[in-house]
């Protein structure tokens, strides 16, 4: 059963990949996700591959998660990270399950979002509630998103980090989302102002989740991570892929050879799949022990998941050089809009800005192996 549901998963990504890229232009002038496409996911079940199965989701592997979010990511970015982040269903899996199980049946097979930074207040009013508002930049797939998973500190307490399940009624979107990459991803700006009570807030940082099974073993950030891995592999498989296939037809005078046959380039294209190809097996690798752990009934300890960001943070870096080397290489020709490297090279370099991507996050693994002490949830 559970191999018919990741074969499924995987085969309805790569059905759907063909318009996602097709319309991956039409996306960055909407600044989102196309509506009929996001249904269309959404029917796929593409918006609940780490959603428990109790609650209607699929419950994949974590290795099927990186595969399915790569080959939507290699079709379009944006469209690769705006059903990652629509993925946040998931998080339902914090909750108690007959809370989690009222919501789901007020949003049938809802699209989660939200920020996690801790950009809200959650003030208690003294009978089990909290008044919850804010303002959160950066709210990928906005437009479309049921039920939003937005941060705040309870009672502007920095020990007390929670995030605030509220259904999409509550949530103003301002649609401010104009930047240079990512620009398909609808990641306005949403405002909330609204009372919650205190079992639709979660603290995911620092808790357990509440449904069973190896993937609500993984801590928060892990889990994350699994979601993310995908992004920068299928972003740089994509670049690589459309330069090894215009190459050997392209000209760049006064040289009478074709650009495939330049030896500088043929160095760089095989750094560059090498590293890629190297990071993928890196990431799976490490995935895979965690998995294992998580299997056998056990939370994986620092040292494996701390091998687990290394490989995270190497398919960035990877990727990143994949994709420069790519774009640099395709000359002025790549420039123009409807060329995907250019788009590949745009979005993946505004996916590298997201905190789990950071300078900071690469520090982690680096005080693990020294022994320094630090918080250890944010992996």
């Not at 039409?26 to 996911?41: F, G, M, N």
């Not at 891995?229 to 090894?244: H, K, N, S, Y």
């Not at 006064?254 to 590293?275: I, K, M, N």
Request: charged letters at 20%; proline letters at 7%; glycine letters at 10%.
């Amino acid at each position: 059963m559970m191999g018919q549901a990741t074969t499924d998963a995987v085969t309805a990504a790569r059905e759907l990949a063909p318009e996602l890229s097709a319309r991956a232009a039409e996306a960055e002038e909407l600044q989102t996700l196309p509506r009929d496409l996001v249904e269309r996911a959404r029917s796929a079940g593409l918006f609940r591959l780490a959603t428990p199965r109790a609650l209607g989701g699929r419950e994949l592997p974590a290795a099927t998660i990186v595969e399915v979010i790569e080959e939507l990511a290699r079709a379009d970015g944006s469209a690769g990270w705006t059903i990652t982040i629509g993925n946040a269903s998931s998080f339902l899996a914090w909750l108690a399950p007959d809370v989690a199980a009222e919501l789901v049946a007020g949003v049938p097979d809802p699209i989660g979002g939200g920020v996690f930074a801790p950009m809200g207040r959650l003030t208690p009013d003294g009978t089990g509630k909290f008044t919850f508002g804010g303002r959160w930049s950066f709210c990928s797939g906005s437009p479309h998103t049921d039920l939003f998973f937005n941060g705040a500190f309870a009672g502007g307490d920095p020990r007390d980090w929670r995030l605030a399940v509220v259904p999409a009624a509550a949530v103003r979107v301002i649609e401010n989302w104009d930047v240079s990459g990512l620009r398909g991803t609808g990641s306005h700006d949403v405002v909330i102002e609204t009372v919650v009570p205190e079992e639709h807030t979660i603290s995911p940082f620092t808790q357990p989740a509440r449904h069973d099974g190896p993937l609500w073993r993984f801590p928060f950030f892990t889990l994350v991570g699994a979601m993310f891995a995908g992004i920068p592999l299928g972003i740089a498989r994509r670049a690589l892929d459309e330069f090894t296939a215009f190459a050997p037809a392209k000209f760049r005078p006064p040289s009478p050879s074709p650009l495939a046959e330049d030896g500088d380039v043929q160095v760089a294209l095989t750094r560059a799949e090498g590293r890629l190809r190297s990071a993928r097996a890196f990431v799976f690798e490490a995935l895979g022990a965690l998995w294992d752990t998580a299997c056998a009934g056990d939370v994986p300890d620092v040292r494996r998941r701390g091998q687990f960001l290394l490989a995270t943070q190497q398919a960035m870096r990877a990727a990143l050089s994949a994709v420069n080397i790519a774009f640099g290489f395709a000359g002025a020709g790549a420039l123009h809009a409807d060329q995907p490297i250019q788009r590949c090279f745009r979005d993946l370099h505004a996916a590298s800005q997201h905190i789990y991507f950071s300078a900071a996050a690469s520090k982690r693994y680096a005080k693990l192996r020294f022994g320094i002490d630090q918080p250890t949830f944010w992996f």
